[in-house]
């Protein structure tokens, strides 16, 4: 593929066996040429999403020592200020830091483990100066979730398998939201050799769920050709792509592909993009065993998600 695919759900949702037997043909397709796909007919409504952004803005906007108070570094909940986090280290590129604040959230329910508790289901920090923040988002991050785990089962039945093998294994998962603001070139100034708003990377988890605007400094895919193409824009749907360790999990039959953010473009100095994203991964404590051939490619050894993702998360902390 030299595009990203535009699939809708809405046949999968509401069809009958053969609706669904060619929405999960067409992620198949999607997932092992380019690894990446716009998915219409989820059922979010866009009033949430907008809410959700637009609650976020009035954060961003607060004065910096105001969220200083919230700051934390990567894999931490609450404010990434610039400057912490350096994505193109993922591949083992140096690149300076990526132009981005952050605001971060993630699953928060402990399993009863202490180290794993500790690491991976810790308190959401809610700032008392945007008190909308916390519904939105609660709101928000319960339809992720659900989109998620749907998203995994029509993964489940495009490989032919039985439809929870994915999500039989995240039952108390993992996950962080990320809501990244792009600042404007007007106010960061020019960026740096080798700068991005986000540097070239791949995802680590399972299914990633992007919301974003349109922008000339947005959204670029690597394809297998080894070009970056922008990726499409298109009204109410979002931007779906795999991660390292779901790729993994399939035997490399699906691709968790490169990806990065434009820096800020001096034909459009003003624009400022607020983008959110959910990472979602499967239980920490899951044994991650390859699906070998005639499923996928290879049999890598088996990990546990946990010490596979943390070692991904260590890579890009500035």
């Given amino acids: 593929m030299r595009s990203v695919p535009v699939i809708d759900l809405a046949p999968w949702f509401g069809g009958n066996a053969g609706d669904r037997a060619r929405v999960a043909t067409q992620v198949d397709t999607a997932l092992r040429e380019i690894g990446f796909l716009l998915v219409t007919g989820h059922g979010v409504p866009v009033e949430l999403r907008a809410r959700v952004r637009g609650a976020a803005r009035r954060f961003f906007a607060l004065p910096h020592e105001v969220k200083d108070r919230y700051a934390v570094t990567v894999g931490e909940r609450g404010w990434l200020p610039p400057g912490v986090e350096a994505n193109g280290y993922a591949e083992g590129t140096p690149t300076p830091p990526d132009l981005k604040e952050t605001f971060a959230v993630g699953a928060d329910q402990p399993i009863g483990v202490p180290e794993i508790d500790a690491e991976w289901f810790l308190d959401n920090v809610w700032p008392a100066e945007v008190p909308e923040l916390e519904p939105l988002i609660t709101d928000y991050l319960a339809r992720m979730r659900a989109l998620a785990d749907e998203l995994l089962v029509i993964c489940a039945a495009a490989l032919g398998i039985r439809e929870d093998f994915f999500t039989s294994r995240a039952t108390g998962p993992s996950y962080t939201m990320n ?80 990806h990065r953010v434009l820096p800020p473009d001096p034909t459009a100095p003003d624009e400022e993009l607020v983008s959110l994203i959910y990472f979602y991964e499967c239980d920490p404590l899951a044994e991650v ?30």
Wanted: hydrophobic share 35%.
């Fill in 179 to 258: 809501i990244n603001r792009y600042p404007p070139l007007s106010q960061v100034g020019e960026p740096e050799p080798g700068q991005f708003r986000i540097g070239p990377h791949t995802d680590f988890g399972t299914v990633t769920i992007l919301e974003r605007q349109p922008g000339v400094g947005g959204l670029q895919v690597y394809t297998l050709n080894g070009e970056w193409i922008d990726a499409p824009f298109v009204e109410d749907s979002f931007t779906i792509n795999i991660g390292d360790l779901l790729a993994r999990w399939t035997g490399d039959r699906w691709l968790s592909n490169r």
């Fill in 289 to 318: 065993e390859s699906l070998g051939p005639p499923v996928g490619k290879v049999s890598h050894p088996p990990v546990r998600a946990s010490d596979y993702l943390l070692e991904k998360l260590k890579a890009i902390t500035v």
